[in-house]
């Protein structure tokens, strides 16, 4: 039990990391953050979401216990998911832009 829930830890630190790569490399390309680069990375993090979501179905698979896990993970990607999306909006408003779907 102990390892699958070392696995499911590592994989769900490794699920945000296009989102945080590409956060980084926005943030210091010496420009500031454009609206173009906020919609790049809410798509890349609704990659990671989606990345997620594959994880739960694959762990599943593997051991009851690890779906169980990655199930709890997903279901707290999903809470993030509208507050995250709601910050997005925000961060788009106030560069004058048009809000993501």
Same mark, same amino acid.
């Given at each position: 039990m102990k390892s699958v829930s070392l696995s499911v830890f590592a994989a769900l630190l490794l699920s945000g990391c296009q989102t945080g790569t590409y956060m980084s490399s @926005?943030?210091?390309? %010496?420009? %500031?953050?454009?609206? @173009?680069?906020i919609y790049q990375a809410f798509q890349t993090y609704?990659?990671?979401?989606?990345?997620? @979501?594959?994880?739960?179905?694959?762990?599943?698979?593997?051991?009851?216990?690890?779906g169980a896990v990655a199930a709890r993970g997903a279901e707290k990607a999903a809470q993030y998911y509208e507050s995250t999306k709601a910050s997005v909006n925000l961060a788009l408003a106030v560069r004058g832009c048009q809000p993501v779907q």
């Open positions: @926005a943030a210091t390309d %010496g420009d %500031g953050v454009t609206c @173009a680069e609704e990659q990671d979401r989606q990345s997620a @979501a594959a994880w739960q179905q694959l762990s599943t698979l593997i051991s009851p216990e690890a």
